[in-house]
């Protein structure tokens, strides 16, 4: 029991009520800015802002644009593959593996492979009534709008970190 709670109790990043406000905050901001475009999973956006809202800006800022071409190559590979082969089981892996070997020879980052890799499994798997060109436009605009929010929001409100005592 002491392993398990030696690896949950914080020792050099614990939450902050600051940290907390400038989450929620962002989250909100995030699922607003998203709805006013009418985008239909409005959800997308504060789920990625709340991912973004994890690390400080310095950290944020490259991986923030890795996942956002990740998620453009996942949304184009995915409205083409799955315009022809939409929930074809083999056809997805394929495409995971085809994005996986194109990060591997552009020695492009991992999150970017991920969030492409997750981005091809939404638009290609997910039935949906309309195009799967619309859909993976509205989650690269999801994406791209929590990503932006969760950005703004750790320039304009930057978390201090707290003073560290001497032991």
Same mark, same amino acid.
């Given at each position: 029991?002491?392993r398990?709670?030696?690896? +949950?109790?914080?020792?050099?990043n614990?939450p902050? +009520?600051?940290?907390?406000?400038?989450?929620?905050?962002?989250?909100?901001?995030?699922?607003?800015?998203?709805?006013?475009f009418?985008?239909?999973?409005?959800y997308?956006a504060p789920i990625?802002?709340?991912?973004?809202?994890?690390?400080?800006?310095?950290?944020a800022?490259? +991986? %923030?644009?890795?996942?956002?071409?990740?998620t453009?190559?996942?949304?184009?590979?995915?409205?083409?593959?799955?315009?022809?082969?939409?929930g074809?089981v083999?056809?997805?892996g394929?495409?995971?593996?085809?994005i996986?070997?194109?990060?591997?020879?552009?020695?492009v980052?991992?999150?970017?492979?991920?969030?492409? %890799? +997750?981005?091809?499994?939404?638009?290609m798997?997910?039935?949906?009534?309309? %195009?799967e060109?619309?859909?993976?436009?509205h989650?690269?605009?999801?994406?791209?709008?929590?990503?932006?929010?969760?950005?703004?929001? %750790?320039?304009?409100?930057?978390?201090?970190?707290?003073?560290t005592?001497?032991?």
């Amino acid at each position: 029991m002491d392993r398990l709670r030696n690896l +949950i109790v914080a020792k050099n990043n614990p939450p902050t +009520i600051t940290h907390a406000a400038r989450t929620a905050i962002a989250a909100v901001v995030s699922l607003l800015v998203a709805r006013s475009f009418r985008l239909p999973e409005s959800y997308w956006a504060p789920i990625t802002t709340l991912i973004v809202m994890q690390s400080t800006l310095g950290a944020a800022l490259p +991986i %923030s644009a890795q996942r956002l071409a990740g998620t453009a190559v996942g949304a184009a590979l995915g409205a083409l593959l799955g315009t022809y082969f939409a929930g074809n089981v083999l056809v997805f892996g394929i495409g995971v593996f085809a994005i996986g070997t194109l990060c591997a020879a552009l020695r492009v980052e991992r999150s970017a492979y991920r969030y492409a %890799s +997750i981005t091809l499994a939404i638009v290609m798997l997910v039935a949906r009534s309309n %195009s799967e060109w619309v859909i993976a436009a509205h989650r690269f605009c999801e994406v791209s709008i929590g990503i932006a929010v969760g950005l703004a929001v %750790s320039a304009l409100w930057p978390e201090r970190k707290p003073p560290t005592t001497r032991r």
